[in-house]
């Protein structure tokens, strides 16, 4: 007779223990759905009893850009909201033993194992259920920034019929499936990037831009400093947003052209400007790199209206990585004496804009919001921005903070005497050019 005592006993519970401990080291922690492993015994003992299993698999890289532009844990959200409208639709329209899984922990691929009838009937019925799919998540989930119109999310779908040969190990073959199914997917992702290539080279060659101008206001008395020239794509599109526009241009040979393009279209509607108030124009370090290229046009449009140098912010923006320092460090040194005052964006977003702040010791230190958002709750942040400021009194530079949103991180900069601040709270970017501002009472 098994006791409690009894060695068999005490290992098959241990084995089990371990068992479910393996699983639930399986489970994605973004979406809460199980990986694909956690799931292929269940998967193969269905096959094996004859059940005809369907895959619906779905590729979300296509917005893995916004990871990049946005940080992880906005893309993070993106997936976890998928994963909630599968599950809302697992509940609504599939079966109890039907499946949705994460392919890898942390990945942006989804599959859905489905039991189907046999034949035509069960091929119509995988159809149907990613059909259905699709039409949920085109429904709920749509992805907007800032002011920008929301579109649909981006996104590759596939479906197949597991074929099981009982001389093949259920495993591999479901494997080879999610290969073929990752490549037909590939294959759209590409069609995509020629299409938005495409859209690209038609902006640049129309100069089909939008740009809308933002207030930075100074803190202490309400005063309108400068304006930020933000430049949109054409509304609706996936490029309306401006970090999505310059994101996917700077992995193309039209970086500099757009750049161009919309720095002169800037400081053409910037002719209003009152005197001494600055224009803040974003300049990439790479189109940096050749300031004699850079100042070609820009000068003679600011000159044109009645704008200097002096009066011209070039903000420096970083993505992708500087590599080569002392060529970078000329080049911001020729348009500083050409009259151009400098500011590092992103600041305290991570160690490349410090470095580039001691590098470059800017005019200007453009605070990365993250540091800024319900600053009033965080004594740590504004030990952050106690520092940042001790930098900038270093370098005789002044502090803006970004992403201002209300009035509570509005008051809390102020008692930190931060120089400037820009976001909602003072003005959203607004397309009708640079006017004065009705900005809060202060």
Request: a negative charge; one cysteine or more; charged letters at 30%.
């Amino acid at each position: 007779m098994n006791g409690v005592g009894d060695p068999a006993e005490r290992q098959r519970s241990e084995l089990t223990a371990e068992s479910k401990r393996l699983r639930e080291a399986l489970v994605d922690s973004t979406t809460g759905l199980a990986s694909l492993p956690a799931v292929l015994e269940d998967l193969r003992h269905r096959v094996e009893h004859g059940e005809r299993l369907g895959l619906v698999y779905l590729d979300l890289s296509s917005e893995a850009q916004l990871e990049t532009i946005y940080g992880w844990e906005t893309y993070d959200s993106l997936l976890h909201q998928v994963a909630e409208v599968l599950g809302t639709f697992w509940r609504d329209e599939l079966r109890q033993a039907d499946v949705a899984v994460v392919a890898g922990l942390h990945g942006d691929e989804f599959i859905i194992f489905v039991g189907l009838g046999r034949g035509d009937a069960g091929q119509a019925q995988l159809k149907e259920i990613q059909a259905g799919i699709l039409q949920r998540l085109s429904a709920r989930l749509q992805v907007q920034f800032n002011d920008e119109m929301p579109r649909p999310v981006m996104l590759n779908c596939a479906s197949a019929i597991l074929r099981h040969d009982p001389m093949v190990r259920i495993e591999r073959t479901l494997y080879r499936c999610l290969d073929d199914l990752r490549a037909e997917c590939r294959q759209r992702r590409e069609e995509q990037y020629g299409k938005q290539l495409a859209e690209l080279r038609r902006i640049v060659s129309a100069a089909d831009v939008e740009v809308r101008f933002q207030p930075i206001v100074r803190l202490k008395d309400g005063e309108v400093h400068g304006f930020e020239a933000l430049t949109c794509g054409p509304p609706g599109s996936i490029f309306e947003s401006p970090e999505m526009l310059f994101s996917f241009a700077e992995g193309t040979d039209h970086i500099t052209e757009l750049e161009r393009i919309c720095r002169l279209k800037s400081v053409h509607q910037a002719r209003a400007l009152d005197a001494g108030t600055k224009l803040f124009l974003n300049c990439s370090a790479r189109v940096l790199s050749d300031p004699e290229s850079f100042c070609r046009g820009l000068l003679g449009q600011a000159e044109a209206c009645g704008l200097r140098p002096a009066d011209i912010v070039l903000e420096l923006t970083e993505r992708v990585a500087i590599t080569a320092w002392q060529e970078f460090r000329r080049s911001v040194a020729a348009l500083r004496l050409i009259g151009f005052p400098i500011a590092i964006v992103d600041v305290g977003a991570g160690y490349s804009s410090l470095k580039s702040v001691a590098e470059v010791e800017p005019d200007y230190l453009k605070v990365d919001l993250s540091l800024i958002r319900e600053v009033h709750r965080s004594r740590l942040k504004r030990s952050l921005l106690d520092s940042l400021m001790s930098i900038a009194t270093t370098i005789d530079a002044q502090v803006i903070a970004e992403g201002v949103e209300d009035e509570e991180e509005f008051h809390a900069l102020r008692e930190l005497n931060i120089d400037l601040g820009q976001g909602y709270y003072f003005g959203r970017p607004d397309p009708s050019g640079v006017r004065r501002v009705a900005v809060p009472r202060f």
